[in-house]
């Protein structure tokens, strides 16, 4: 079964200040996703990394993946309170036509002023 | 386009009732998804389709649970009896084919509550 673990779970960030959120995970898909979600909200996808060493960047977010390391990050820059969500890293096989995808637990992030 | 369409957006029931749930994919999807988010499990896919055929419906919890998509324009998720454990937010996506996951788009979602 496809593992996907996110940390922090939880993370408050002051204004101005740069976070990371880390996504692991368990299999060897280099297939990676990251979406938002604002609270009684749907999901918005924010990412898509589909290669090793893929970077993508939107405004004050930066995601990468690394294959090997079965690792992607999701770096803030400058918070903001904006970015005030929950971020969810999912993950699909990385096979043909196998399109199940498994999420992370979710970070719940607060940025305070 | 707007989006894909989930009804209803919030659906209380008691348990023991039949519940439907609703969606309609953006036009030209050849994929749709189920998805269910709870506090506990997180999310996590139930079914999905391709071009109204089941693809994978190794998510449904439990024979409770039934799934069809008659056309490409409607899908209907259904939980015949309910049961208090059922109650999530159960999101529709659909996705416009080749590599689903890459351009996949989610419903509002519906908020069901069973009692």
């Known amino acids: 079964e496809l593992k996907v673990e996110q940390n922090p779970l939880f993370l408050s960030m002051q204004e101005g200040k740069n976070y990371t959120i880390y996504c692991n995970y368990s299999?060897?898909?280099?297939?990676l996703y990251w979406y938002r979600q604002d609270p009684g909200k749907s999901l918005e996808s924010l990412f898509v990394?589909?290669?090793?060493?893929a970077v993508k960047q939107e405004g004050r977010l930066m995601a990468s993946l690394d294959t090997k390391a079965r690792l992607s990050t999701l770096h803030i820059t400058a918070a903001v309170h904006d970015l005030s969500a929950t971020y969810f890293c999912?993950?699909?096989?990385?096979?043909?036509?196998?399109?199940?995808?498994?999420f992370g637990a979710g970070t719940t992030v607060t940025v305070r002023a | 386009d707007a989006g894909v369409i989930q009804s209803p957006r919030h659906e209380v029931t008691e348990m023991g009732q039949e519940v439907t749930l609703r969606c309609k994919p953006i036009?030209?999807?050849?994929?749709l998804f189920w998805y269910r988010q709870t506090m506990m499990r997180g999310l996590e896919l139930l079914i999905y389709?391709?071009?109204?055929?089941?693809?994978?419906d190794s998510g449904m919890p439990e024979d409770r649970f039934s799934a069809k998509m008659p056309n490409a324009s409607f899908s209907t998720l259904k939980i015949q009896p309910s049961e208090p454990r059922d109650s999530a937010v159960y999101f529709c996506?659909?996705?416009?084919?080749?590599?689903?996951?890459?351009?996949?788009?989610f419903g509002s979602g519906t908020q069901l509550s069973v009692l």
């Open positions: 990394l589909l290669s090793n060493g």
């Open positions: 036009s030209g999807h050849d994929y």
């Open positions: 996506a659909s996705s416009p084919g080749l590599m689903p996951n890459e351009k996949l788009f």
């Open positions: 999912a993950v699909d096989s990385g096979t043909n036509n196998d399109y199940k995808l498994s």
């Open positions: 299999t060897t898909s280099d297939r």
């Open positions: 389709f391709n071009n109204n055929v089941p693809i994978d």
